[in-house]
């Protein structure tokens, strides 16, 4: 099952899981455990109620529906649960059941407190094999975004062959933090000149990176899809890092304006200057 993190997730997506066959014996032994009324425990006794047969607990059917929901999203570290609303069980479950969970991306947002996750908002709509819906609910949770790209490439070179560790390993590790390297290097130097050399060296090391990248994947030391998550990564690094280039180059070339200006004021003040002087000796 692909694993997925809040980053590859859009509002509209929507999730279908495979089918979880219910049986006699679950339901009977999840009642004992947590729920243990007559309906949920006894098929004889359940017939006499209005249910005229034996169900599952309405919190067995919200443990399957979870169940489904974590093995189809598979979200790297797992989803914290944040809370619940509108909790609803429109239907029985009853044994010989096959229940399917439809996820629906509701909402998307970054986490405040903690940067390195996300929050997502989800419908989850249970059904059995004849489509009747069994429970339905909308719930919050928090899921793990992408590591930073140089974290990212380093978890991946992790499983490089042995005698790539001086080769490729390296190199392509050397290329991903040598541009948060020489991004942070440039807010030390004080010219725009040297500002705008550390920012060039940032993009140079970052075109390395996504050849390296190339490199493993037809090497077959990356799948495809780990290379593409991993440029994917470097694309989005490329265009904040082009938009900040621009910027500094657009800053560097209003202050040689202002600097060519400001030395033509101060060779015409001379020259003046100069020309009093030389009507007062004359």
Known sequence: MKEHYFDDLKIGDRFRSEPLNVTE????????????????????????????????????????TMRLFVQTLNFVEGAIGLGVDELRWPNAVRPGDALTVETEILDLRPSRSKPNHGIIRLRNVTTNQQGEIVQTMLANAMVPRRAKAPVAVYERTRSFPREEIYGLTSQLCRAAYSVPANTIERASRESKKDDLHFLYIARGSLS???????????????????????????????????????????????????????TSLIVIGLMRWSSGQLSVVS
């Open 208 to 262: 390395e990176a996504q050849y390296f990248i190339h490199l493993a994947q037809r090497l077959h030391y990356l799948s495809s899809e780990e290379a593409g998550a991993l440029q994917q990564q470097m694309k989005v690094t490329f265009a904040c890092l082009h938009g900040l280039i621009r910027a500094v180059e657009k800053e560097a070339g209003k202050l040689s304006k202002l600097v060519a200006t400001a």
């Open 25 to 64: 014996k679950e339901v009977v032994e999840f009642a004992h455990k947590f729920d243990p009324q007559m309906f949920h425990l006894n098929q004889k006794a359940a017939e006499r109620t209005l249910f005229k047969g034996l169900i599952a607990s309405g919190w067995h059917t919200a443990a399957m």
